[in-house]
């Protein structure tokens, strides 16, 4: 897709769904360390002494991942710090966990950094080989005091002291965070200020520490790491420099644009400025997924041309004058990259239904037909081209990744991935990082007399986003039918609001009709909205500001008033839906327990384990699954 817009119209116009959640954080550790990717593994998170979770719902929105710092808290003494506005699931597992003031993370995480260095707690000898800017740095904390940040923060001086001590003297410290950081208007700031701190602490370079930005789409990293982006190749590659683009024009046989282009954000703006008046959107719900729906939807609708490819009929299709059906991953061949830079071939399982086809193959068509002479028979030839042209690719070929076998890039010419970031230098000049001067900024769209409360807004486990796909499955759509607002139990009582009682959001910019759900998962006046749902989605309420350096909307940054209706349904949650549950994590399998049961009755022939009595049950009342 970004060679159809460089090498075949010729512009730069170009962008995917990383700007709408990590964006940031890759702007964030271009800034420090040099690369805009995980520093190692999954398995470099279980070797963590201490894990740090800022502004993400990572048992809902990352459950894999999650599942391995469950397992090293639980089984191997990892220990675990959470710093959100909401109380879920990591919350409740953590060590200590701790809700700053919407958009104050910046805040705390410089003043930590400046407690660090000024009680002499920070690893001195690694920032001496490694790490350039410490004096300017130091001069950009002063502001920072534990005084300000505990009044900025709604945080206590203990309690930031506790955090600081607890990052010392843990051996290895990784930092997970997610869109609670990055949709702000200040999310590369704060991402910078994960990764400053890190440095600060001396914890890059080795197993078990870290920056983990955590991508939420299946395939987000590898859109970002391929050049979809008005600013960059292939391999994060600048569209400025004139060495990058010779080598591309002599591998594509044309020339190419040397400006960057829009993003995301800007061709709505320029949509209704008049200056934008066509455009190709695969694989996006760009109508409900950016903020300010109501401003984007009515931008869509100005366009002279518009055309839509996607695998099921979108929001976004209503406003094209063209829909191309394009195949789901089951149904084609080529490769996706996870949050872990891992580059993974996928194999096709199914032929494509009706005249839906591969996306690979439906845009060399369309490239064709506007003139260039693509002849790819199959994916792997496309990715030699890439490889061919980018160097953090250039060992990457689908032969190296048969079998299941996959890539962490970079990757070299022989084959040899990094598993692990940085273990012999940083991807800087000279090879050290480099400590980033920030300033203090604050949050937009702020809570007033009018607009009174906070609404926060995220992903779910059982939902993919809006619910374009998963709605789909009636399994998942009996567990969770439909969206809904959290509202603490103290709000609720104070407004007359129980669960199911339907109330009306009014924000600055849209309003849509939902159902409350009481919770202690949110305090105060803090409301919390999935995202799923085509029919009242939440960026009905969210504004146009995004952050000052990648234009990422500030999705988090949204206030609004409550309306109370005259309506109360069901609870938009089933019971049968797993929140109502208690969970009790338990050390693995804890088979004495059982057999310690009056009812167990051991296998026929089974030795009595350790000597110890079975007790057996009567004939026919033994239990169901125990044998």
Not at 104 to 121: E, M, P
């Given at each position: 897709?970004?060679?159809?817009?460089?090498?075949?119209?010729?512009?730069?116009?170009?962008?995917?769904?990383?700007?709408?959640?990590?964006?940031?954080?890759?702007?964030?550790?271009?800034?420090?360390?040099?690369?805009?990717?995980?520093?190692?593994?999954?398995?470099?998170?279980?070797?963590?002494?201490?894990?740090?979770?800022?502004?993400?719902?990572?048992?809902?929105?990352?459950?894999?991942?999650?599942?391995?710092?469950?397992?090293?808290?639980?089984?191997?003494?990892?220990?675990?710090?959470?710093?959100?506005?909401?109380?879920?699931?990591?919350?409740?597992?953590?060590?200590?966990?701790?809700?700053?003031?919407?958009?104050?993370?910046?805040?705390?995480?410089?003043?930590?950094?400046?407690?660090?260095?000024?009680?002499?707690?920070?690893?001195?000898?690694?920032?001496?080989?490694?790490?350039?800017?410490?004096?300017?740095?130091?001069?950009?904390?002063?502001?920072?005091?534990?005084?300000?940040?505990?009044?900025?923060?709604?945080?206590?001086?203990?309690?930031?002291?506790?955090?600081?001590?607890?990052?010392?003297?843990?051996?290895?410290?990784?930092?997970?965070?997610?869109?609670?950081?990055?949709?702000?208007?200040?999310?590369?700031?704060?991402?910078?200020?994960?990764?400053?701190?890190?440095?600060?602490?001396?914890?890059?370079?080795?197993?078990?520490?870290?920056?983990?930005?955590?991508?939420?789409?299946?395939?987000?990293?590898?859109?970002?790491?391929?050049?979809?982006?008005?600013?960059?190749?292939?391999?994060?590659?600048?569209?400025?420099?004139?060495?990058?683009?010779?080598?591309?024009?002599?591998?594509?046989?044309?020339?190419?644009?040397?400006?960057?282009?829009?993003?995301?954000?800007?061709?709505?703006?320029?949509?209704?400025?008049?200056?934008?008046?066509?455009?190709?959107?695969?694989?996006?719900?760009?109508?409900?997924?950016?903020?300010?729906?109501?401003?984007?939807?009515?931008?869509?609708?100005?366009?002279?041309?518009?055309?839509?490819q996607d695998v099921f009929f979108s929001k976004t299709c209503e406003f094209a004058d063209v829909i191309l059906p394009a195949s789901p991953s089951l149904e084609k061949e080529g490769t996706f990259t996870s949050t872990e830079r891992r580059i993974q071939r996928l194999y096709q399982v199914l032929e494509p239904l009706g005249e839906s086809r591969p996306d690979w193959r439906i845009i060399q068509d369309v490239a064709n037909h506007l003139g260039a002479n693509w002849n790819y028979q199959h994916p792997s030839e496309i990715y030699d081209e890439i490889a061919s042209l980018t160097p953090l690719f250039a060992g990457v070929t689908y032969e190296r990744m048969e079998g299941y076998k996959s890539l962490q890039w970079p990757v070299a010419p022989d084959g040899t991935d990094q598993p692990l970031l940085y273990t012999k230098e940083f991807a800087m000049p000279g090879g050290k990082a480099r400590l980033f001067p920030l300033a203090m900024s604050r949050p937009t769209d702020p809570t007033d007399q009018e607009f009174d409360l906070h609404l926060n807004n995220g992903r779910i486990l059982e939902h993919f986003h809006e619910g374009n796909m998963t709605y789909r499955s009636k399994g998942i759509r009996e567990k969770v039918p439909g969206t809904w607002v959290e509202v603490s139990p103290e709000l609720a009582k104070e407004r007359g609001v129980q669960s199911g009682t339907w109330v009306q959001l009014i924000s600055r910019y849209g309003k849509l009709r939902v159902r409350a759900l009481v919770t202690e998962r949110v305090t105060a006046k803090e409301l919390y909205m999935p995202m799923n749902s085509s029919e009242s989605p939440v960026n009905l309420l969210t504004s146009s500001y995004t952050d000052a350096v990648t234009n990422t909307p500030a999705y988090k940054e949204a206030s609004v008033r409550m309306v109370v209706l005259d309506d109360i349904g069901n609870s938009p949650l089933p019971k049968v839906n797993s929140r109502f549950g208690h969970p009790t994590p338990q050390r693995g399998v804890e088979v004495e327990r059982k057999w310690k049961r009056i009812d167990y009755e051991m296998p026929k022939g089974e030795p009595v384990p350790h000597g110890e009595p079975i007790h057996a049950a009567p004939k026919g009342q033994g239990v169901n699954g125990d044998r």
């Amino acid at each position: 897709m970004q060679k159809l817009a460089r090498a075949v119209i010729g512009t730069n116009n170009m962008d995917n769904c990383s700007r709408y959640c990590q964006a940031p954080a890759t702007a964030g550790l271009f800034r420090t360390v040099g690369y805009g990717g995980d520093s190692g593994s999954i398995r470099d998170i279980e070797n963590a002494g201490l894990v740090l979770i800022i502004g993400s719902n990572t048992a809902e929105a990352h459950p894999v991942l999650a599942t391995r710092v469950k397992q090293a808290h639980k089984l191997r003494g990892q220990k675990l710090v959470v710093a959100d506005l909401r109380k879920h699931e990591m919350a409740e597992r953590a060590d200590l966990f701790f809700k700053p003031k919407p958009g104050t993370d910046l805040v705390w995480l410089s003043a930590i950094a400046r407690y660090i260095l000024d009680n002499g707690l920070e690893k001195k000898d690694f920032l001496t080989q490694w790490v350039n800017g410490l004096e300017e740095y130091k001069k950009s904390l002063e502001p920072f005091t534990m005084e300000f940040a505990a009044k900025t923060c709604g945080l206590t001086i203990e309690l930031l002291k506790q955090v600081a001590h607890m990052i010392v003297e843990a051996d290895g410290v990784c930092i997970l965070w997610a869109m609670g950081i990055t949709q702000h208007s200040m999310g590369s700031d704060a991402s910078t200020a994960i990764s400053n701190l890190l440095l600060v602490t001396g914890n890059y370079m080795r197993t078990g520490t870290g920056a983990y930005p955590l991508r939420g789409h299946n395939n987000v990293q590898g859109a970002g790491d391929h050049g979809a982006a008005p600013n960059v190749l292939p391999g994060y590659q600048s569209v400025h420099d004139p060495e990058v683009r010779a080598r591309f024009e002599a591998g594509w046989k044309v020339n190419l644009p040397s400006s960057k282009g829009l993003d995301n954000h800007q061709m709505i703006d320029a949509i209704h400025a008049g200056k934008l008046k066509a455009m190709y959107i695969f694989g996006e719900e760009i109508a409900l997924v950016d903020s300010n729906a109501n401003f984007v939807q009515d931008g869509l609708a100005k366009l002279e041309f518009f055309v839509a490819q996607d695998v099921f009929f979108s929001k976004t299709c209503e406003f094209a004058d063209v829909i191309l059906p394009a195949s789901p991953s089951l149904e084609k061949e080529g490769t996706f990259t996870s949050t872990e830079r891992r580059i993974q071939r996928l194999y096709q399982v199914l032929e494509p239904l009706g005249e839906s086809r591969p996306d690979w193959r439906i845009i060399q068509d369309v490239a064709n037909h506007l003139g260039a002479n693509w002849n790819y028979q199959h994916p792997s030839e496309i990715y030699d081209e890439i490889a061919s042209l980018t160097p953090l690719f250039a060992g990457v070929t689908y032969e190296r990744m048969e079998g299941y076998k996959s890539l962490q890039w970079p990757v070299a010419p022989d084959g040899t991935d990094q598993p692990l970031l940085y273990t012999k230098e940083f991807a800087m000049p000279g090879g050290k990082a480099r400590l980033f001067p920030l300033a203090m900024s604050r949050p937009t769209d702020p809570t007033d007399q009018e607009f009174d409360l906070h609404l926060n807004n995220g992903r779910i486990l059982e939902h993919f986003h809006e619910g374009n796909m998963t709605y789909r499955s009636k399994g998942i759509r009996e567990k969770v039918p439909g969206t809904w607002v959290e509202v603490s139990p103290e709000l609720a009582k104070e407004r007359g609001v129980q669960s199911g009682t339907w109330v009306q959001l009014i924000s600055r910019y849209g309003k849509l009709r939902v159902r409350a759900l009481v919770t202690e998962r949110v305090t105060a006046k803090e409301l919390y909205m999935p995202m799923n749902s085509s029919e009242s989605p939440v960026n009905l309420l969210t504004s146009s500001y995004t952050d000052a350096v990648t234009n990422t909307p500030a999705y988090k940054e949204a206030s609004v008033r409550m309306v109370v209706l005259d309506d109360i349904g069901n609870s938009p949650l089933p019971k049968v839906n797993s929140r109502f549950g208690h969970p009790t994590p338990q050390r693995g399998v804890e088979v004495e327990r059982k057999w310690k049961r009056i009812d167990y009755e051991m296998p026929k022939g089974e030795p009595v384990p350790h000597g110890e009595p079975i007790h057996a049950a009567p004939k026919g009342q033994g239990v169901n699954g125990d044998r």
